[in-house]
């Protein structure tokens, strides 16, 4: 077992461990705590894979932002009946139904990915500029786009497991020409940000204090 | 430092396995070592604007020792629970804080090359794990079970989260000029003569940096910001419940933060570990030995470092000097700095030094440079000459009290 293999199984017991704790506490505050140290091991996680940008905007967007959202909501409506969960028998059981099917679900879908990509040379780690890649992969430059990715519709659909690295500038694989398609991220994007800022000004507005007609009338 | 243990001989097996041990244990070391300084510094500082000594009884007339003293009470102090408070969010609370200003660390290069981790992107990262700290601040302000700390704590995060927008913005400034986020990179863009500064670069450039400086002040909780610490509303705000040694983890997270801010700006403005005088001096004095390993820049770095630390520890400095200088601002008119004022501010420099980026031809920009470093140079020298030579006076006779003093004294 070397050090990769070791610190992986640290942090995936650690946000494993946090992620039972959100759904086991009773506390609501307590369980956004919980929640705290499962996001910061997923950014965890994504430090040891090399992608140190995606781990930062992890931190970044979800534990600076999404959760201290989240906790402030909690905290300043945790009213009576919120601050001890008490969870019947019966919703434990469709829970814990509906979180074994959808493991089912990842572990099928994930399980044929069998060639673990080690980074065991320290240069090509530190080299990594995982930021660079992005920027090119949303804007739609073409050596960005792996030739898994770029294909033409008509091809068949890869076998499952059979993800091999190819050279991805060949232009030819067993014989047949492939033409090359770019993927621009960038309008998907934008589309989900500004989903998102709808779905913020529609929150905002259902949440507006509402003014209260019966006590201006008591007050008249 | 794996290249330095393999020279001392050690095989490289166990050179790569105690260098991050060993980084890391200096990192702790320099932090902890800081943050004593600082305490000390703070206090010295706070009495000289006040026109009063400071510490001067423990450890002789500066009162050196002095830091240590409080260190052994905190210590010693009852670790007191209140009764509401929840026990788990309570405890919690200052390890957050602390882990948060204290993680940043890893990415910050003391020179070139000289980080415990040299990340692509590292002032994101940076700003990343500091943003991490507001989650420790919300949990002690919620878990401590009492109103003065929930108020306070709530008030912190909502300005601690708000600053960290525009000073996002003015970090991308010079991010901007330089091309990449790196800070080793943007700190070796700056080397040889001061006028090469990202702080002279450009009109925008300057702006960025005091924007910077001000919204790094408000995210470190520090004066005219520090509605955390208003005795004269608050108590004490999120830490009203905490004493001893649980509090002293909150002010090194502080320390340790303003500590990594004052580096950030360093770096992407000041020249980073550059002398401002000298080419990079890992160069000047460079000396490969036959085993390949260069002892020169060894030497060159360890002078590089010097210089990092006591550039950071003026701008820290001059963080204490506002504290102690301007009044504590009110939370209305906290956020409105920030959203009314800094927020808009640093858009339009982010647009102005894109726009520079793209427009300005290279000679004129050299030219804008090299005067804009001179005149900063010569203000510089001017303010430093009017304050030695002006001459301190004794008060004035107009003050009825005085003259009738300095009449019986003659």
């Known amino acids: 077992m070397d050090l990769t293999t070791f610190l992986f199984y640290v942090l995936a017991a650690l946000t494993g461990f946090s992620a039972i704790g959100v759904v086991v506490t009773q506390n609501i505050v307590r369980a956004a705590a919980w929640l705290l140290f499962a996001l910061a091991g997923t950014a965890g996680i994504f430090f040891l894979l090399g992608a140190d940008f995606v781990g930062a905007t992890q931190l970044l967007v979800y534990v600076g932002g999404t959760l201290v959202l989240v906790v402030f909501g909690v905290m300043l409506t945790a009213q009576g009946p919120f601050i001890n969960l008490r969870i019947s028998a019966i919703e434990w059981a469709v829970a814990a139904g509906v979180g074994l099917v959808l493991f089912g679900v990842l572990a099928v879908a994930v399980w044929p990915a069998t060639t673990p990509v080690y980074w065991t040379d320290k240069d090509a780690h530190r080299d990594l500029a995982s930021s660079a890649i992005l920027g090119e992969s949303l804007l739609g430059i073409e050596k960005a786009t792996p030739w898994w990715r770029a294909r033409h519709y008509s091809d068949p659909a890869p076998r499952p497991g059979s993800r091999e ?42 949440a507006r204090a509402k003014r209260r007609r019966t006590d201006v009338e008591q007050l008249s | 430092m794996v290249d330095l243990l393999k020279w001392i001989g050690l095989p490289p097996f166990i050179a790569e396995a105690l260098s991050p041990i060993i980084q890391v244990a200096l990192l702790v070391g320099f932090v902890l070592v800081s ?136 970090v991308l400034v010079p991010v901007i000029v330089a091309g990449s986020m790196d800070l080793n990179y943007i700190a070796n863009q700056q080397n040889g003569g001061f006028w090469n500064w990202y702080l002279f670069h450009d009109p925008f450039t300057f702006g960025a940096f005091w924007t910077y400086f001000t919204c790094a002040t408000a995210s470190c909780k520090r004066a005219p910001f520090d509605l955390a610490e208003a005795e004269s509303e608050l108590v004490a705000g999120f830490h009203t419940e905490y004493s001893g040694l649980r509090w002293s983890f909150f002010f090194m997270a502080e320390y340790a933060s303003m500590f990594a801010v004052s580096g950030i700006a360093t770096l992407l403005f000041l020249g980073g570990w550059n002398t401002g005088l000298t080419p990079a001096l890992s160069h000047v004095f460079s000396h490969p030995l036959e085993s390949g390993f260069d002892i020169g820049a060894l030497f060159g770095n360890l002078i590089n470092v010097a210089v990092f630390i006591v550039k950071s520890w003026l701008l820290v400095f001059v963080m204490m000097w ?89």
């Open chain 2, 322 to 410: 506002v504290r102690w200088t301007l009044p504590r601002l009110r939370i209305d008119q906290v956020m409105m700095t920030c959203l009314k004022y800094l927020l808009p501010i640093s858009c339009v420099l982010l647009l102005g030094v894109s726009v520079w980026q793209v427009l300005v031809p290279t000679a004129l920009e050299v030219w804008v440079r090299v005067i804009f470093a001179a005149a900063c140079l010569l203000i510089v020298l001017w303010t430093g000459f009017k304050i030695v030579s002006t001459p301190s006076m004794l008060p004035t006779p107009s003050v009825p009290a005085f003259a009738a003093a300095a009449k019986r004294d003659q």
């Open chain 2, 35 to 170: 943050a004593i300084y600082f305490i000390w510094l703070e206090r010295k500082v706070a009495g000289r604007i006040q026109d009063r000594l400071g510490p001067t009884r423990v450890g002789g007339k500066f009162g050196w020792l002095q830091t240590i003293a409080d260190g052994i009470k905190l210590l010693v102090k009852e670790d007191l629970i209140p009764a509401d408070a929840d026990h788990m969010l309570f405890r919690l609370g200052p390890y957050i804080a602390f882990c948060g200003s204290f993680g940043a660390f890893i990415a910050l290069p003391f020179a070139d090359g000289w980080a415990a981790r040299v990340l692509s992107i590292s002032v994101f990262f940076m700003l990343a794990v500091m943003s991490s700290e507001v989650f420790g601040i919300i949990l002690a302000g919620y878990g401590s079970g009492s109103k003065w700390a929930l108020f306070g704590g709530m008030r912190e995060a909502a300005q601690m989260v708000s600053y960290e927008v525009p000073m996002a913005v003015c």
């Open chain 1, 165 to 206: 690295r190819k050279d991805i500038t060949a232009l030819s694989v067993n014989g047949i020409d492939r033409p090359r398609t770019r993927v621009a991220y960038l309008l998907p994007f934008e589309i989900v940000s500004v989903h998102l800022l709808v779905v913020l000004i529609g929150a905002a507005y259902l």
